[in-house]
């Protein structure tokens, strides 16, 4: 059997769940500021942004490493074999680009 509690327990029981309750609903009050909440959508905002501009750093290195080894030699010597394609396509498409926009002047 359980035993009887006496009205100080039961007093003190009810004011230690006051408290408890207090600080529960200070904790939600903070956490649906808002301030609270823009502090945090910005934070995880910010997070997602250096996520997104780290990988797309990483993707930029490795593209730029790809090509350089495309074209560079390991002596450090351009391969002008693959350069001179390259540098070609370019002009001609640059070429078109302005022909383009001088038709439609």
Same mark, same amino acid.
Do not use: F, N
């Given at each position: %059997? /359980? ?12 004011? &230690? ?13 903070? &956490?649906?500021?808002?301030?609270? %909440? ?6 995880? #905002? ?8 780290? &990988?797309?750093? $990483?993707? $930029?290195?490795?593209?730029? /490493?790809? #090509? ?36 439609? &002047?």
């Amino acid at each position: %059997m /359980s035993e009887a509690r006496t009205p100080a327990q039961i007093e003190a029981d009810i004011v &230690r769940r006051r408290q408890d309750l207090a600080v529960t609903l200070d904790e939600i009050g903070v &956490r649906l500021h808002p301030r609270t %909440m823009i502090g945090e959508a910005k934070a995880k #905002t910010a997070a997602a942004v250096d996520r997104t501009a780290g &990988r797309a750093y $990483v993707t $930029v290195q490795r593209v730029i /490493s790809d #090509t350089r080894g495309q074209l560079v030699a390991e002596d450090g010597a351009p391969r002008l074999e693959r350069i001179v394609p390259v540098a070609v396509v370019g002009v001609a498409v640059v070429g078109l680009l302005a022909l383009r926009l001088q038709r439609r &002047r």
